[in-house]
């Protein structure tokens, strides 16, 4: 989902249904779980705030949590963009 926020590091668009998303860096201490884990950002979705992983072509997306650990899924990704904020 694209949200305008003045915390939002980048933005990109999901290719396979063409929505677009923003995404801020996680809290350090408030996230450091979903960081140690390798999910470093909050990406606006439909259903809320949800931990990934922005790259260059891909995210990784943390779905949903079990005992045995995180579901994430694999979103290809294009007009990746990441903001200056210098």
Partial sequence: MYKISEKNIGEFVEVDHGLSFTYTDA?????????????PHL?????G???GLVKKTVIYI???EIDAGLVT???QIKKHIIYNKG
Wanted: net charge negative; charged share 35%.
């Fill in 27 to 39: 809290d350090p201490v408030k996230d450091r779980y979903f960081i140690g884990e390798g999910y």
């Fill in 73 to 75: 899924e694999k979103w």
């Fill in 49 to 51: 705030l949800r931990y």
């Fill in 43 to 47: 990406i606006d979705t439909v259903g």
């Fill in 62 to 64: 943390v779905v949903d």
